[in-house]
């Protein structure tokens, strides 16, 4: 894994300066003073499903997260793979399910992490199997859905607006099922 920040140039591993960039008003760049390299810093594209199984929303909780959170399905591409075919690999790897209709719900920013948010509604089928990465999920009727004010929550409130399903964004602005038996 590349450190953050980025320190030394990687063609010549003379250190970084900053640099600022006269066609961009200015805007300071981690650079090499020779030349050889910029850090252009560019959001990362992530990709996120909302998925659909049996008529019901999977959210799902990462290892790592607090014990009420849970969202949806999120993963970076990979060289040589399209959005739709990362998007379905990512939720075979993470919950062994088969993407069977992959529609694209939109694009959002994600400034907090630097990354651009590609959001898919994904109609799924097969038997639940968690990777490790993630300990647990829920199986949400799409009318109880809480959508977050930010990030991926803005693809779910769109999803839901696309249906005609009223809803209210939940306060916080990180994913949280409030009840575990929605
Ligand atoms: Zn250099």
Known sequence: MMQAPLRFCPVCATSLVERE?????????LACPDGHWTFWDNPLPVLA?????????????????????FALITGFMERGETPEQGVAR?????????????????VYEFMRKNELIIAYHVKASGEIRLSPELVDF????PEKL???????????ADWMRSRGL???YADLPRPVVTDPAA
């Open 49 to 69: 499903a909302l998925v659909e199984y049996e008529g019901r929303i999977l959210l799902a909780r990462n290892a790592a997260w607090p014990e009420k959170m």
């Open 21 to 29: 960039d006269a066609e961009e008003a200015g805007r300071l760049r």
């Open 166 to 168: 009223p809803f209210e």
């Open 146 to 156: 809480r959508p977050w004010p930010s990030g991926t929550g803005h693809a779910m």
């Open 138 to 141: 829920r199986l949400v009727a």
């Open 90 to 106: 990512e939720l075979r790897e993470e919950t062994s399910l088969q993407a069977d209709e992959v529609k694209l719900i939109g």
